[in-house]
């Protein structure tokens, strides 16, 4: 039996609750963004190269996009082309993640590690060869970084 512990006056939450409140105090205190700004394209180039993939990227008309997403069943809806549109940089003058304590990996640091279950192969193909034919020139100090 502990000492009078029905007494004290206890002030719960759901884990949910706390987790919501942290984020939000965190958006309100930050701006997030990774180290590096690419467009949609040079992304999906970067994705494409380390599967080992050659992909072919096609511009195409904002017109045509937005009668893309308009139409059902589609792989991408009006408010995810409406988003694109307005791209989604931080600001450089709000104080990013750095404010956390944290150091913003650039995408080259682990990116050839997330796309290895979409290579030929998977994890047993030959990174090598995937790695010296579609990576091309390093970008950045950390593109070197396997």
Same mark, same amino acid.
């Given at each position: 039996?502990?000492?009078?512990?029905?007494?004290?006056?206890?002030?719960?939450?759901?884990?949910?609750?706390?987790?919501?409140?942290l984020?939000?105090? /965190?958006?309100?205190?930050?701006? *997030? @963004?990774?180290?590096?700004?690419?467009?949609?394209?040079? $992304?999906n =180039?970067?994705?494409? %190269?380390?599967?080992?993939?050659?992909?072919?990227?096609?511009?195409?008309?904002d017109?045509?996009?937005?009668?893309?997403?308009?139409?059902?069943?589609?792989?991408?809806?009006?408010?995810?082309?409406?988003?694109?549109?307005?791209?989604?940089?931080?600001?450089?003058? /709000?104080?990013?993640?750095?404010? *956390? @304590?944290?150091?913003?990996?650039?995408?080259?640091?682990? $990116?050839? =590690?997330?796309?290895? %279950?979409?290579?030929?192969?998977?994890?047993?193909?030959?990174?090598?060869?995937?790695?010296?034919?579609?990576?091309?020139?390093?970008?950045?100090?950390?593109?070197?970084?396997?």
């Amino acid at each position: 039996m502990s000492p009078r512990p029905s007494r004290k006056a206890v002030d719960a939450y759901h884990h949910g609750d706390l987790r919501d409140a942290l984020v939000q105090a /965190a958006l309100h205190e930050v701006e *997030l @963004g990774g180290p590096e700004v690419l467009t949609m394209a040079e $992304l999906n =180039r970067r994705i494409a %190269r380390a599967q080992g993939r050659e992909r072919a990227l096609i511009p195409v008309p904002d017109a045509l996009c937005g009668l893309f997403a308009a139409l059902p069943g589609t792989p991408m809806t009006s408010d995810q082309w409406r988003m694109l549109q307005r791209g989604s940089v931080a600001d450089a003058e /709000a104080p990013g993640i750095s404010a *956390l @304590g944290i150091v913003a990996r650039p995408l080259g640091l682990f $990116l050839e =590690r997330w796309m290895m %279950r979409y290579r030929k192969h998977g994890r047993f193909g030959d990174k090598r060869e995937i790695v010296a034919e579609h990576r091309g020139p390093a970008e950045s100090a950390f593109d070197t970084i396997v």
